[in-house]
């Protein structure tokens, strides 16, 4: 049977959210993981125009 929510969160608890800088265009946003240094942090736009 598969749970919805995703992950072992269940849905009654809001999400954290870090805010970062969007590698690509410069934007701030808010993305669900906390950014590790050196790595790039994609907006949800330029993020949807990179998996295409």
Known sequence: MRRS?????GS???RQMY???CS??????EVPFKPAEGRP????????KRRR
């Open 5 to 9: 929510g995703g992950g072992f969160r």
């Open 12 to 14: 009654s608890e809001p």
């Open 19 to 21: 805010k970062a800088i």
């Open 24 to 29: 690509e265009c410069g934007a701030e946003c």
């Open 41 to 48: 942090v994609y907006c949800r736009e330029c993020f949807a």
